[in-house]
């Protein structure tokens, strides 16, 4: 059996850790924010007529600088927001690229 002296000192160490304290702990630095990457479509025009692959979006997507890609299928719904980080690209029903975008 252990003496009640031992489980009082167990309880004071326990609220001596919530005790507030006279010095405020270390700022932490933020983190870098990412460099931001900006699309510019017109280097990727000239996919524009080719046939839609894997392959081709990859190509795509690095020649304009852009972050994401987004493919547009016949006849699809977008939505309208915005985006600089990221490249569209529409194509037909025979998988042709129709248009090459940035938004």
Do not use: F
Not at 53 to 65: F, R, V, W
Request: one cysteine or more; glycine letters at 6%.
């Amino acid at each position: 059996m252990r003496p009640k002296t031992e489980g009082s000192a167990l309880a004071a160490l326990a609220l001596a850790g919530c005790a507030a304290t006279d010095t405020p702990p270390p700022a932490a630095e933020a983190p870098a924010a990412p460099a931001e990457r900006t699309c510019d479509a017109a280097p990727a025009q000239r996919h524009v007529g080719q046939k839609v692959t894997a392959e081709l979006g990859e190509a795509i997507l690095a020649e304009s600088g852009a972050r994401t890609l987004r493919w547009g299928p016949p006849r699809s719904a977008w939505t309208m927001d915005y985006r600089p980080d990221r490249v569209n690209v529409r194509y037909d029903d025979d998988m042709v690229i129709e248009a090459i975008t940035c938004g």
